[in-house]
């Protein structure tokens, strides 16, 4: 038994990395993302990823100004047009959302029907909706497989607004998100592992 706490403690000592809680904010008429801890307050942690200003596809947007809380409407819409952000952690790391709020706009006359949520692996295979509709409180597990994600909310639907000028059609709100950064297992700390799995199999059959 002594030996194997003494493996894992190597465990622990070889590792060294914690998982790091976060929130992503966005909100107040601007794009620039407010990084905080995971009970919403400052300072953030140390070892949170890199995170992007909030964009539209196709990127024709316009700050409203004088429309209390909104961050950006975009000035013309068609089916699949959304905004996005993304964030980029250190290689080797894998980055987990836990859950979003958020609350988006829409014309009646030229927006989206429906809007809907996306948890995106760059270059990875997990692609998974987390939620839907206008707003939302969400509360999800979702791995990223790889080191960046991006997180999109895309609109569908609806007769569109594909003409010229500031018709500002679909707009977000503030958004909430709460992240986990995990680092992966290093191939030194799964061989200290495997030592403790073994020594734990010799000390039960000694009992």
Same mark, same amino acid.
């Given at each position: 038994?002594?030996?194997?706490?003494?493996?894992?403690?190597?465990?622990?000592?070889?590792?060294?990395?914690?998982?790091?809680?976060?929130?992503?904010?966005?909100?107040?008429?601007?794009?620039?993302?407010?990084?905080?801890?995971?009970?919403?307050?400052?300072?953030?942690?140390?070892?949170?990823?890199?995170?992007?200003?909030?964009?539209?596809?196709?990127?024709?947007?316009?700050?409203?100004?004088?429309?209390?809380?909104?961050?950006?409407?975009?000035?013309?819409?068609?089916?699949?047009?959304?905004?996005?952000?993304?964030?980029?952690?250190?290689?080797?790391?894998?980055?987990?959302?836990?859950? $979003?709020?958020? +609350?988006?706009?829409?014309? *009646?006359?030229?927006?989206? /029907?429906?809007? =809907? &949520?996306?948890?995106?692996?760059?270059?990875?295979?997990?692609?998974?909706?987390?939620?839907?509709?206008?707003?939302?409180?969400?509360?999800?597990?979702?791995?990223?497989?790889?080191?960046?994600?991006?997180?999109?909310?895309?609109?569908?639907?609806?007769?569109?607004?594909?003409?010229?000028?500031?018709?500002?059609?679909?707009?977000?709100?503030? $958004?909430?998100? +709460?992240?986990?950064?995990? *680092?992966?297992?290093?191939? /030194?700390?799964? =061989? &200290?592992?495997?030592?403790?799995?073994?020594?734990?199999?010799?000390?039960?059959?000694?009992?």
């Amino acid at each position: 038994m002594n030996r194997l706490v003494f493996l894992l403690s190597l465990v622990i000592i070889v590792e060294g990395k914690a998982v790091v809680l976060f929130n992503v904010n966005f909100g107040f008429a601007s794009e620039e993302p407010l990084i905080s801890n995971e009970g919403g307050g400052l300072p953030a942690p140390m070892g949170v990823p890199t995170v992007t200003s909030l964009t539209a596809n196709p990127p024709n947007v316009t700050h409203p100004g004088n429309v209390a809380d909104q961050t950006l409407w975009m000035e013309s819409y068609s089916d699949g047009d959304y905004f996005s952000f993304q964030l980029f952690a250190e290689p080797g790391q894998q980055i987990r959302m836990t859950n $979003i709020w958020y +609350g988006v706009a829409t014309d *009646p006359s030229s927006g989206p /029907s429906a809007v =809907l &949520v996306d948890f995106l692996s760059i270059g990875g295979n997990v692609s998974q909706q987390v939620a839907s509709g206008t707003f939302g409180l969400d509360f999800f597990d979702i791995l990223s497989d790889t080191s960046s994600v991006e997180i999109r909310f895309s609109g569908f639907g609806g007769d569109g607004d594909i003409g010229a000028g500031p018709h500002e059609s679909f707009g977000i709100g503030s $958004i909430s998100a +709460g992240f986990e950064v995990i *680092p992966e297992p290093s191939v /030194s700390t799964l =061989l &200290v592992l495997m030592g403790a799995v073994v020594a734990l199999r010799r000390n039960r059959s000694r009992m």
